[in-house]
């Protein structure tokens, strides 16, 4: 089978806009859309996209298919195709584009650090949380920071979508000394947050639901 | 040029908690070709081994490993492994990872391939995930200062010295050096040498071939873990833990045939004696479809598959479109580990001072003939650690002269990847020479060895090197220059995949990973001792025997 890939196309060095070129290649059924990028670049070498892991877990490879932002590795070609035909890709749409499919992580990672991103370890810790809150910080805790969420749910509040996720993995972590203050900074009323589960729960590529947070 | 007291090479696992073993306040720079949640060790799924348990001891920790090493791995290095493993998962637990729990609240532990106990600590099935992301975390917390997509081209020597490193910024398409009191080599392993591979994009093990172009002394390297239960067709790693939680292996019979080969272990003897059951299968005809052996957790429950599995779960469904509670996996063995690497000491160093490797890129050697399944994860935190810990001693002895000579040397080598009027990536290319690499390397160098098709690989990949040396990549400081990174990486995989196939033709005995049918017994008077490889004047590597570390067991028969 043969599929039209339509990829925009943009290098800083040659370009003065963003361009579209169209590539066919052959694919299987069993394929992803990274597999069918791979192929792209064998046709051009100086096609750039980010990849690694190509089993969902790394969180590269995060890009627009079909006007969806998701993972190329883990969206199989026949179900953004059918019976193939041609499939748009760009990059993330709401990071700026550097090169072809790879975009500009650094303001997304700088939005992560402004949530202090990292488990304050009250002295009152004693190594032990029971099952079940241990089963509501792992939930949030998927999270491959992909970059999806962010490119695809309009910010709500002072805090970016990825950053959100990881202030409520923290607010619900027993070990946290700021715990569910957390959810103050974020700027968010029990409403807006159940708004965003909502919206996350549909286009996060892991899937993550997120747990209540106890807010006083 | 810019300058660090400290820089570390690799954001995985091992690199970031060397990183964040320095106090606030200290220089200390990670370079990472990509950025570090992207890291393999993200994909790490089973756990990290760590007699925790009372009824559990290191003493079982360390005869499970040295047993399950083939007798070649190092006593004293595997000693230190299991002793500082549980104080290092206590010190993660203060980090905040998200273990899963007992009923009573401790970070749960279960079985995996080759363990007398259930000593794996884990989180559901995301185990190196959940911790790359906690260290991750904390080196943020801690101030690192991370370079992101920057990748290592040459390591920078005066004096015989580590001085500096010549680095690529991917982003800018610009050459930079970079001044140190010391190095950490953290970049992983080279599975992408193999065709089948449960490794990522980025495992092809730049630093373990940089450092020996540098004059590093490398080890074991005919040591290759297949994977026994990878996805058929992709290699998508399905967790060892699928087992360890009880799933079953059977064949087109629907037999567990692993009654054949571990009647005691079964399912969870270690790695090489599984895949080479599985393969044994395969070839007497007990196999499914072209090639393949069926994983079968229905018997699991949909329930627990969900609470324990649920990345296996996810994974087979969106892979090979299976639901695991209902239909058995399709499954075939994969490269999947390399225990070879970078020679080093209990302190992480390596044969260059100023230098020092750990993790999958070093060979310290914990993993001797053949790995355990728990033990890298375990050994990435001991051993970044404990390089942490070298690190900051050494921080304090002066800086290395500014790299003159070695720069020199290392442009000129840099400039020789680009073409004037070189023969363009015309009729050849790096995807073909690296689709044959990958053939030769899977179908000869795999899990069943022959003196003759060893030797041919040999020959074969000769005559890749000889291909790959006819080509240059335009020329140019383009931003994201995918083209010139594979050309670079391939030239280290060609590297490496030489050493391999050479290592492996040499070594006449079978032993852990390595098995030669034409040698199909472990041959302790001739060859228990490591196979270490150093560059010669001329660019070919030299092989030597080098003594394995003994303290309290002496080599016996390795039944399961």
């Given at each position: 089978m043969q599929l039209r890939l339509i990829i925009e196309r943009f290098d800083p060095q040659t370009n003065d806009a963003a361009y579209r070129q169209t590539f066919t290649v052959d694919w299987e059924r069993h394929e992803t859309v990274l597999d069918v990028l791979l192929k792209a670049r064998r046709q051009d070498p100086a096609l750039a996209f980010r990849r690694s892991c190509r089993s969902g877990i790394c969180g590269s490879c995060a890009m627009q298919i079909g006007n969806i932002s998701r993972l190329a590795c883990q969206t199989l070609v026949r179900d953004v195709t059918g019976d193939g035909g041609e499939l748009e890709i760009k990059p993330l749409p709401g990071f700026r584009q550097l090169k072809d499919l790879v975009v500009d992580l650094e303001p997304f990672f700088a939005a992560l650090k402004r949530v202090l991103p990292w488990v304050i370890t009250g002295p009152h810790h004693d190594g032990l949380i029971s099952p079940e809150v241990s089963a509501r910080i792992e939930t949030p805790a998927t999270c491959i920071l992909c970059g999806v969420c962010d490119a695809a749910i309009p910010q709500n509040g002072p805090v970016t979508s990825a950053a959100l996720v990881k202030n409520v993995r923290l607010a619900v972590?027993?070990?946290?000394?700021?715990g569910s203050e957390r959810m103050k900074s974020a700027g968010l009323t029990g409403e807006g947050l159940q708004t965003f589960r909502e919206l996350l729960a549909n286009i996060c590529p892991k899937g993550i639901k997120l747990p209540p947070v106890v807010q006083e | 040029m810019i300058f660090h007291d400290i820089v570390i090479v690799g954001g995985g696992l091992t690199g970031l908690m060397a990183a964040v073993?320095?106090?606030?306040?200290?220089?200390v720079a990670l370079i990472s070709k990509i950025y570090p949640t992207r890291s393999h060790s993200g994909a790490a799924q089973g756990g990290f081994n760590a007699a925790?348990?009372?009824?559990?001891?290191v003493e079982n920790h360390v005869f499970d490993t040295v047993k399950g090493s083939d007798y070649l791995g190092d006593q004293d290095a595997i000693e230190t492994l299991c002793s500082e493993g549980p104080e290092v998962i206590r010190k993660l637990e203060q980090m905040g990872v998200p273990w899963s729990r007992t009923p009573e609240g401790r970070p749960a532990q279960r079985s995996l391939g080759g363990a007398s106990f259930p000593r794996a600590c884990y989180s559901a099935d995301i185990s190196g995930h959940a911790v790359l992301h906690t260290l991750y975390e904390r080196a943020l917390a801690a101030g690192v200062r991370i370079y992101p997509e920057w990748h290592l081209v040459e390591l920078l020597l005066e004096e015989g010295r580590l001085a500096g490193l010549l680095v690529y910024d991917l982003a800018t398409g610009r050459l930079e050096v970079v001044r140190c009191r010391v190095a950490l080599l953290a970049t992983g392993g080279y599975g992408r040498i193999f065709r089948k591979t449960t490794n990522g994009h980025a495992n092809t093990g730049d630093g373990t071939a940089i450092a020996y172009r540098a004059g590093a002394v490398l080890s074991d390297m005919e040591f290759v873990q297949f994977h026994p239960t990878t996805l058929y067709g992709t290699n998508i790693l399905i967790s060892e833990a699928a087992r360890g939680d009880g799933g079953y292996l059977r064949n087109a019979a629907g037999e567990r045939f692993m009654a054949r080969y571990a009647p005691q272990k079964m399912e969870l003897a270690p790695r090489d004696v599984v895949s080479r059951s599985i393969f044994q299968e395969i070839k007497d005809g007990r196999g499914l479809g072209e090639g393949y052996i069926n994983l079968d957790l229905t018997h699991l429950g949909a329930d627990k598959i969900h609470r324990l599995l649920p990345q296996v779960n996810e994974l087979a469904h969106l892979y090979a479109a299976v639901d695991s509670s209902q239909t058995p996996i399709p499954i075939e063995p994969a490269q999947h580990y390399s225990m070879g690497g970078i020679r080093v000491n209990r302190d992480c160093e390596t044969s260059i001072p100023g230098l020092l490797a750990a993790g999958e890129t070093a060979n310290v050697s914990v993993h001797g003939a053949n790995r355990l399944g728990g033990n890298s994860l375990l050994e990435t935190v001991v051993f970044g650690r404990r390089a942490g810990r070298r690190m900051l001693e050494m921080v304090k002895r002066p800086m290395p002269p500014r790299p003159r000579v070695s720069l020199e040397r290392a442009l000129s080598n840099w400039q020789a990847n680009f073409g004037v009027g070189a023969p363009r990536q015309s009729d050849d290319s790096v995807f073909a020479i690296r689709e044959d690499m990958g053939r030769i390397m899977t179908d000869k160098v795999g899990v069943f060895r022959t003196g003759v098709e060893l030797k041919q690989a040999m020959e074969e990949l000769a005559v890749l090197r000889s291909r790959y040396a006819a080509l240059r990549v335009p020329a140019g400081e383009h931003s994201f220059n995918q083209q010139l990174i594979d050309h670079m990486e391939l030239g280290f995989m060609l590297e490496l995949s030489e050493m391999t196939a050479g290592a492996a033709w040499r070594r006449t005995e079978s032993r852990g990973a390595h098995f030669r049918i034409d040698y199909p017994r472990r041959n302790d008077p001739d060859w228990l001792h490591h196979t270490l490889i150093r560059r010669g004047d001329d660019g070919r590597p030299i092989y030597e025997a080098g003594t394995v570390a003994f303290t309290r067991f002496q080599p016996q028969e390795r039944g399961y």
């Open positions: 972590d027993p070990r946290d000394a700021l | 073993e320095a106090p606030p306040g200290t220089d925790m348990a009372e009824d559990d001891s």
